[in-house]
């Protein structure tokens, strides 16, 4: 019999191992890797683009950071509907007291908010509160870049880097050996890069394309690095681009 | 006419089976399965707490069925083991920088030891969300110090005690604030004061203590070798005895740590992070299977 299911939808698919179906009743999950790195006037913000539910890729090309703020990004990883919901909120909040303000908010204002959204809703879930575990990063004139790792619970603890999601725990030690203070620009977007990069070629729920967002007290620049343009990981074979193009009724044709 | 609060006096016309308010045997608002096949199959797959509301129609409506509400969490950022030791001059704390994410050593420069007020510090083992949480509630009595003026300021003992009454409390609700805590510090009588409370509300107060592993590997140390009126450099040589043998043994510990204390006449100090040296120059060491291929 399916599993019981807490999701509105369930897809029902047969896998080629077994003619058993197979629910994938699974909520959807971002099985992620996000990246965060501060650098020598700002912050790389990266993460692969992959969302699957069970064993499908339900969207290659996603998104997983939302910007918070104008200098304030947030990375996602979890539960996509909790982490897009408490983005929502945290996004509202800003705005509202942005206004009362009339000034823009700090970077860790911003995480603080999203802290106790995920604090405060401890009891969710049955006890495992929000699946919703986010990296915070950012630049603002008082405290120059920084990244806060916000994860589960309600802990945030601000680092000079951090990784989360499924993807993150190939790549602790790669982080660990290849992060120096005052990097430029440049190598830490190759470094961000590079540790995604890795992290996908060998989780299988992380991967696509890599997304970066870097954050410089001019804002908020992106990125997308496509797989044809990343380097191939040990084992893996280059990518080679076939062109999407856009059809005569304006949609994508791939 | 049905009276069914009066559970004694078989209610009127009852060959059919009528939901009761109170029943003798379960307690009042619980509707006895089986009773009401409707009622049953609507909490069939229910998974939160039920609202009873009585038969007669009115009264609050509380939660009894299908089981306890349970807020309980599941820890996510932990800190490991909490040390502490009275001493001549005043009174001390120990822990590692280590905050685990599972079995991930993840925060590598986790403070988990923090000073209160002028006479106080506390550490904890945990969940790191529910210490920050109860150091705004600290803060919160610190400023109600700082408002009433009169030159006073909470000693260790009633932070202690209030600390015991929230986390019991916490407990009480099924909603507990997931930490260990050492409470350590100075007394206006000139002596010190060293206690711990739990995440179910146990306390004691020792002249050493710990919170977590530490006491399966600590304390007994302490117990052997531990006096009231050591001095401040022989309290440390033991600290960090204890120290080395619990990071031996604890594989969520990492060997940097730091020691905080309260000593008569002086400021609360949380000291710089620090290693302690450890033994692996064993001959048996080197060749443990020698005599015996494949053991461990």
């Given at each position: 019999?399916?599993?019981?299911?807490?999701?509105?939808?369930?897809?029902?698919?047969?896998?080629?191992?077994?003619?058993?179906?197979?629910?994938?009743d699974?909520?959807?999950?971002?099985?992620?890797?996000?990246?965060?790195?501060?650098?020598?006037?700002?912050?790389?913000?990266?993460?692969?683009?992959?969302?699957?539910t069970?064993?499908?890729?339900s969207?290659?090309?996603?998104?997983?950071?939302?910007?918070?703020?104008?200098?304030?990004?947030?990375?996602?990883?979890?539960?996509?509907?909790?982490?897009?919901?408490v983005?929502?909120?945290?996004?509202?909040?800003?705005?509202q007291?942005?206004?009362?303000r009339?000034?823009?908010?700090?970077?860790?204002?911003?995480?603080?908010?999203?802290?106790?959204i995920?604090?405060q809703?401890?009891?969710?879930?049955?006890?495992?509160?929000?699946?919703?575990y986010?990296?915070?990063?950012g630049?603002?004139?008082?405290?120059?870049?920084?990244?806060?790792?916000?994860t589960?619970?309600?802990?945030?603890?601000?680092?000079?880097?951090?990784?989360?999601?499924?993807?993150?725990?190939?790549?602790?030690?790669?982080?660990?050996?290849?992060?120096?203070?005052?990097?430029?620009?440049?190598?830490?977007?190759?470094?961000?890069?590079?540790?995604?990069?890795?992290?996908?070629?060998?989780?299988?729920?992380?991967?696509?394309?890599v997304?970066?967002?870097?954050?410089?007290?001019?804002?908020?620049?992106?990125?997308?690095?496509?797989?044809?343009?990343?380097?191939?990981?040990?084992?893996?074979?280059?990518?080679?681009?076939?062109?999407?193009?856009?059809?005569?009724?304006?949609?994508?044709?791939? | 006419?049905?009276?069914?609060?009066?559970?004694?006096?078989?209610?009127?016309?009852?060959?059919?089976?009528v939901r009761?308010?109170?029943?003798?045997?379960?307690?009042?608002?619980?509707?006895?399965?089986?009773v009401?096949?409707?009622?049953?199959?609507?909490y069939?797959?229910?998974?939160?707490?039920?609202?009873?509301?009585?038969?007669?129609?009115f009264?609050?409506?509380?939660?009894?069925?299908?089981g306890?509400?349970?807020?309980t969490?599941?820890?996510?950022?932990?800190?490991?083991?909490?040390?502490?030791?009275?001493?001549?001059?005043?009174?001390?704390?120990?822990?590692?920088?280590?905050?685990?994410?599972?079995?991930?050593?993840?925060?590598k420069?986790?403070?988990?030891?923090?000073?209160v007020?002028?006479?106080?510090?506390i550490?904890?083992?945990?969940?790191?969300?529910?210490?920050?949480?109860?150091?705004?509630?600290?803060?919160?009595?610190?400023?109600?110090?700082?408002?009433e003026?009169?030159?006073?300021?909470?000693?260790?003992?009633?932070?202690?005690?209030?600390?015991?009454?929230?986390?019991?409390?916490?407990r009480?609700?099924?909603?507990?604030?997931?930490?260990?805590?050492?409470?350590?510090g100075?007394?206006k009588?000139?002596t010190?004061?060293?206690?711990?409370?739990?995440?179910?509300?146990?306390?004691?107060?020792?002249?050493?203590?710990?919170?977590?592993f530490?006491?399966?590997?600590?304390?007994?140390?302490?117990?052997?070798?531990?006096?009231?009126?050591?001095?401040?450099p022989?309290?440390?040589?033991?600290?960090e005895?204890?120290?080395?043998?619990?990071?031996?043994?604890?594989?969520?510990?990492?060997?940097?740590?730091?020691i905080?204390?309260?000593?008569?006449?002086k400021?609360?100090t949380?000291?710089?992070?620090f290693?302690?040296?450890t033994?692996w120059?064993?001959?048996?060491?080197?060749?443990p299977?020698?005599?015996?291929?494949?053991?461990?």
């Open positions: 019999t399916p599993l019981r299911s807490t999701c509105a939808q369930g897809y029902v698919a047969y896998t080629r191992a077994s003619l058993q179906m197979e629910t994938f699974e909520p959807p999950k971002t099985g992620t890797t996000i990246v965060a790195c501060v650098y020598d006037g700002g912050v790389v913000l990266g993460a692969d683009t992959r969302v699957s069970g064993i499908y890729v969207n290659r090309a996603s998104d997983k950071m939302t910007v918070l703020a104008d200098s304030t990004v947030m990375c996602r990883s979890g539960s996509a509907a909790d982490t897009e919901a983005a929502k909120i945290v996004r509202y909040h800003v705005e007291i942005g206004m009362e009339d000034s823009p908010l700090d970077v860790k204002t911003v995480a603080q908010i999203s802290n106790q995920n604090y809703n401890k009891s969710a879930n049955h006890g495992a509160g929000l699946g919703a986010m990296i915070i990063g630049w603002d004139s008082n405290k120059g870049s920084q990244v806060y790792s916000c589960a619970g309600g802990n945030m603890i601000s680092t000079r880097w951090t990784t989360d999601g499924s993807g993150s725990t190939y790549i602790w030690g790669f982080m660990d050996d290849g992060f120096r203070e005052n990097m430029t620009r440049e190598e830490c977007e190759a470094f961000v890069t590079a540790a995604i990069t890795l992290a996908m070629s060998t989780d299988s729920s992380s991967g696509g394309c997304r970066l967002n870097t954050v410089n007290a001019e804002g908020i620049h992106r990125k997308f690095v496509k797989p044809g343009e990343l380097s191939p990981a040990y084992g893996e074979l280059a990518m080679t681009a076939r062109h999407g193009h856009v059809g005569a009724s304006g949609g994508m044709v791939l | 006419r049905r009276d069914v609060h009066n559970a004694t006096r078989v209610p009127f016309g009852v060959m059919i089976p009761v308010s109170h029943n003798q045997s379960i307690g009042p608002g619980v509707v006895p399965a089986g009401d096949p409707a009622y049953d199959a609507q069939a797959n229910h998974k939160g707490p039920v609202a009873h509301v009585g038969a007669n129609g009264g609050r409506p509380f939660s009894v069925a299908p306890p509400i349970t807020h969490q599941t820890p996510y950022v932990t800190g490991t083991t909490v040390l502490g030791m009275k001493y001549k001059d005043g009174v001390m704390i120990a822990c590692d920088t280590l905050g685990s994410y599972g079995s991930t050593k993840r925060y420069n986790l403070q988990r030891m923090r000073v007020n002028a006479k106080t510090i550490g904890f083992t945990g969940e790191l969300s529910d210490f920050d949480y109860i150091m705004t509630l600290l803060d919160e009595l610190n400023t109600n110090d700082y408002c003026d009169d030159g006073k300021e909470l000693s260790p003992k009633e932070i202690y005690s209030y600390l015991c009454r929230v986390m019991y409390n916490r009480n609700k099924f909603d507990p604030l997931w930490n260990s805590l050492v409470v350590a100075l007394m009588d000139g010190q004061f060293l206690g711990t409370v739990g995440m179910i509300g146990q306390h004691y107060t020792d002249s050493h203590l710990a919170a977590g530490g006491n399966h590997m600590a304390r007994p140390l302490f117990r052997e070798k531990h006096t009231d009126d050591m001095s401040e022989e309290a440390r040589a033991l600290m005895d204890a120290l080395r043998a619990c990071v031996m043994r604890d594989k969520s510990m990492m060997n940097k740590f730091q905080a204390k309260v000593e008569f006449g400021a609360p949380v000291s710089e992070p290693a302690v040296a033994s120059d064993y001959e048996k060491f080197k060749n299977s020698e005599f015996a291929p494949g053991t461990w």
